[in-house]
């Protein structure tokens, strides 16, 4: 006997706890409703516990509306009356999805293709990152640049540097490119989210690990403070070796619902080998070029990295001036394009827990689009396109 399984939704209804339960043409509805209404309730232990909700009758087809506890769901998919159970999808007017045109940037440019033929178009699933917040832990970001026009917070800097420079400075000219591939005006994938710029990295890019700890420490406390956002951690930042320091504090983010989105590395080694790569509970992004083939000059590789996305040339702010701009290669700018797509789901399913984050990146991606990528590593490329 084939085991049922639970149908999840890419874009859940609500705060994702409706569910629809189709029952078998020959199941009694009343005793249905009574069994599994008992069950749900039996299985929940807070206010999702609310049971049958509706009943519905198309022709000969039996339907149930239920709020519930996911957990609580799993055990009612196993009654003999059930035929199938799904996740209630969110719908909305065809005209949800907005284009974007001469976006300047291939990497932005290819978030909504499934093949390396760009249009300088950009039309996402999801909103444009309003009421997202992302920590950008870096080398800073430029204050006064004009891709961010009033939505750049500066956060703490946690560098060695003495004296310690302001998260609103970026000497290394790394933190500010990340920065606008997330949520630059012209070159971010979410261009209405909010900024706070964390600084832990030098003007040579150099950091320590315990001062990630402690900015990912810091993100979890602000972000609790807040009042009717989402929040995301972007570490566009890779150190060799594995720290179960780091990996714990990444867990302690996404326990607080905050997904942390961060980089494999670069240099063509194994990503389970590095910072914040080897971390189970982070968002480990590999890159691919303008052709959508994996650089294994550039990109590290393994079985720890969960989707891939553009990071080679990609085109953003820099921060030698107020609009000037640069092109750099590697995983930082592949994670940035993940955090930006990250935060547009969340501003259009601001309910949706980090799982359901993870499975929308997954089911919603190209899978088996990238040449040339390794043995071992995942074939899944990054997508946001309105459609299927």
């Not at 909103?127 to 640049?145: E, W």
């Not at 982070?282 to 052709?291: E, F, L, M, P, S």
Request: proline content about 3%.
């Amino acid at each position: 006997m084939v085991k049922k399984k639970l149908r999840m939704a890419m874009k859940p209804a609500g705060d994702g706890h409706s569910y629809i339960i189709k029952l078998k043409e020959n199941a009694i509805v009343g005793a249905a409703v009574v069994n599994m209404g008992d069950a749900i309730r039996k299985n929940s232990k807070n206010i999702f516990a609310a049971g049958v909700k509706k009943v519905t009758t198309v022709g000969r087809k039996k339907f149930l509306k239920v709020r519930a506890e996911k957990r609580a769901i799993e055990e009612v998919l196993d009654f003999n009356d059930v035929d199938y159970i799904e996740q209630d999808v969110q719908v909305s007017a065809a005209a949800y999805c907005a284009t974007e045109s001469n976006i300047a940037s291939w990497g932005k440019d290819s978030l909504d293709k499934r093949t390396a033929v760009m249009d300088n178009k950009y039309s996402p699933l999801g909103n444009d990152g309003a009421v997202v917040r992302t920590y950008v832990v870096d080398s800073g970001v430029r204050q006064d640049h004009d891709e961010f026009t009033g939505r750049l917070i500066l956060g703490p800097s946690y560098t060695n540097d003495n004296p310690q420079p302001s998260s609103g400075e970026d000497q290394f000219n790394h933190g500010t490119l990340v920065a606008s591939a997330i949520a630059g005006n012209l070159y971010g994938a979410s261009n209405k989210a909010t900024l706070v710029s964390v600084r832990i990295l030098d003007g040579q890019g150099n950091g320590f690990t315990s001062d990630l700890v402690t900015a990912i420490g810091y993100a979890i406390t602000d972000c609790g403070q807040q009042q009717g956002i989402r929040c995301t951690i972007n570490l566009s930042l890779s150190g060799g070796g594995t720290s179960q320091a780091a990996a714990d504090a990444i867990e302690q983010a996404v326990q607080a619902n905050i997904p942390v989105i961060g980089a494999a590395g670069n240099g063509g080694y194994d990503s389970c080998n590095t910072v914040p790569g080897s971390a189970p509970e982070a968002i480990v992004v590999g890159a691919v070029d303008n052709q959508f083939a994996f650089p294994s000059s550039i990109s590290n590789y393994g079985t720890c990295i969960d989707i891939l996305a553009a990071g080679v040339d990609i085109l953003g702010a820099s921060s030698f001036g107020p609009t000037a701009t640069t092109t750099k290669s590697g995983t930082s700018f592949a994670t940035a394009y993940v955090t930006g797509v990250v935060n547009d789901y969340l501003s259009a399913v601001p309910s949706a827990s980090v799982l359901t984050v993870k499975q929308f990146l997954s089911g919603w991606a190209t899978r088996n689009a990238v040449s040339n990528v390794p043995s071992g590593t995942d074939n899944v490329l990054l997508y946001v396109g309105c459609f299927w």
